[in-house]
């Protein structure tokens, strides 16, 4: 019984470290946005109000 408790208290920890070290990396994670093509724009591509297809 008491070899099974540990080895249960010893899963729980590796996973709270593997959360936290994940996690940790997660944040650290610099999220980069495409340049916005000057060419088109949204306006361009959108059909005007008044006209019907």
Excluded: G, W
Aim: include cysteine; charge should be neutral.
């Amino acid at each position: 019984m008491m070899t099974i408790l540990i080895i249960c208290i010893i899963i729980v920890f590796v996973v709270l470290f593997l959360t936290l070290l994940s996690t940790n990396k997660a944040y650290k994670y610099e999220h980069t946005i495409d340049p916005v093509d000057r060419e088109t724009t949204q306006t361009e591509n959108r059909p005007a109000k008044d006209e019907k297809k």
